[in-house]
């Protein structure tokens, strides 16, 4: 198993930093072929098992890029229509509120960070319709968006409709106690300790200063 997981995250950063998807459905094919030789005669060695990680690793690399993340760039740069439903709670910003969604344009249906104005609040659950424009979450080396499953950035323009959740779907409930949990720390904890509570508590950490992140690296728990 170790040398199959070794195999796999391998083959994962060669398709992340130097392989096209070409050269990846070609090594993942030969290699798939060996392991499977190698299998079929009973020669179950670490090479079978490496070879096999690493083809697996690869398809998955292609089918991801194919699946996920195509779909999302061939949105890049697009105004349209979108419809959403929120899959977090909405941040306020200085422009309006800011929220994780599930969005469809065009048939396709990514995650995005959607910034909305003339919109108090919105929950898990609650539906949108805006003209919104579009762009890759990935820009100039960036992956922070992407690390969060986020694909684009989509500006809503002007006010959207909105159509309320009757209650928090079952779906994003452990958001939901997540959220009540937030708001009893916020409301029981001093307002200095407040954001280490909050990310040890509940992982979000966008309570923290710069200061407190650096902190949290240094003792080792900013994973956590």
């Known amino acids: 198993m170790l040398t199959f997981s070794i195999g796999f995250a391998a083959a994962v950063l060669l398709a992340l930093l130097a392989l096209s998807q070409a050269a990846c459905l070609v090594i993942a094919g030969a290699l798939g072929v060996l392991a499977l030789c190698l299998l079929l005669r009973r020669h179950i060695t670490y090479l ?3 070879s096999l990680g690493i083809a697996v690793g690869l398809m998955w690399c292609v089918g991801y890029q194919a699946i996920i993340i195509s779909p999302a760039q061939a949105l890049n740069g697009k105004t349209a229509v979108i419809s959403g439903v929120a899959v977090d709670y909405s941040t306020k910003t200085d422009w ?4 994780d969604a599930k969005i469809t344009v065009d048939e396709r249906t990514t995650a995005a960070c959607v910034w909305l104005s003339g919109v108090e609040h919105l929950s898990p659950g609650d539906r949108f319709t805006v003209e919104a424009t579009l762009t890759d979450a990935q820009q100039d080396g960036n ?3 992407w690390a969060e499953g986020l694909y684009l950035l989509a500006y809503g323009k002007g006010t959207p409709e909105i159509t309320p959740a009757d209650r928090v779907p079952l779906r994003y409930f452990p958001r939901y106690i997540a959220h009540r949990m937030e708001e009893s720390l916020h409301a029981s904890v001093p ?3 407040v954001g280490y509570a909050v990310a040890l508590t509940t992982g979000d950490r966008s309570g923290l200063s710069n200061l407190e992140q650096a902190h949290l690296k240094t003792y ?3 994973h956590a």
């Open 143 to 145: 992956y922070y968006y």
């Open 48 to 50: 079978a098992v490496t």
């Open 191 to 193: 307002s200095d300790a």
């Open 96 to 99: 309006g509120i800011c929220v």
């Open 220 to 222: 080792g728990i900013y």
